[in-house]
């Protein structure tokens, strides 16, 4: 078993669609967590941070995390074509380790 | 203010030959990453670099596999000789490191190159 589990998908919704991504994990050492969004032929760019469980917000994007279940979240409301990417969950023990990622979900919003 | 750099960004080379990656990280960040991205998987770290100590390279093929950090800034990740299923997107990515506050831990990553192995 991977120490993070991602659906890889592929996702297509329509445009204003809420979308719900997610990725249970197996390790309790990990802290950290976050969403990187990755367009085609580009590097991995930051989405969410967060710190142990709890929510956050942040525009469109909401980030959730339930470590007594080891599950995580990424909800997109309003959802847009310029949000079809992949969207991977990454996580970590904290700045002296390794970041260890989903294998990244592909979200296509049809308009 | 500049984000990882990271040249090629794309490279053709036959099987047996050598291959270098450059990157650039993040000015200030002391933590430097490379990862392998396979196609249609999330990054796997190769090894990381706390200013030039290469402090974790478990995941690095090291009968094959090089990678210098030399001033603790610019670091190249070197395959030597290449083989076809070295074909991926290699990431360098960069951190602030070891410190107390949150948010040092994440990281920032480069557009990869993208290697090709014929």
């Known amino acids: 078993q991977k120490e993070v589990e991602q659906d890889p998908g592929p996702l297509s919704v329509p445009e204003g669609a809420i979308v719900s991504l997610n990725c249970t994990y197996s390790?309790?050492?990990?802290?950290?967590f976050m969403w990187y969004r990755q367009y085609s032929r580009k590097g991995p760019e930051l989405l969410m941070y967060t710190y142990s469980s709890g929510n956050k917000e942040d525009g469109r994007f909401t980030a959730q995390v339930d470590k007594s279940s080891k599950y995580i979240s990424l909800f997109i409301r309003d959802s847009q074509p310029s949000d079809s990417a992949t969207y991977l969950c990454?996580?970590?023990?904290?700045?002296?380790?390794?970041?260890?990622f989903g294998k990244g979900t592909l979200l296509t919003v049809n308009p | 203010e500049a984000g990882v750099v990271q040249s090629p960004r794309y490279k053709i080379i036959e099987k047996k030959q050598p291959v270098a990656f450059w990157c650039n990280p993040i000015s200030g960040h002391n933590t430097l990453y490379w990862y392998l991205q396979n196609l249609g998987q999330g990054p796997e770290l190769l090894i990381r670099y706390e200013n030039e100590e290469a402090v974790d390279d478990s995941q690095l093929p090291k009968d094959r596999f090089s990678a210098e950090r030399l001033k603790g800034v610019d670091s190249t990740l070197k395959i030597q000789p290449a083989e076809l299923g070295d074909s991926a997107v290699y990431l360098c990515a960069s951190s602030l490191g070891r410190g107390t506050s949150t948010g040092r831990e994440t990281q920032y990553f480069g557009p990869g190159t993208r290697l090709l192995v014929l």
């Open positions: 390790n309790s050492a990990f802290q950290y």
């Open positions: 990454a996580m970590t023990r904290g700045s002296n380790y390794k970041l260890t």
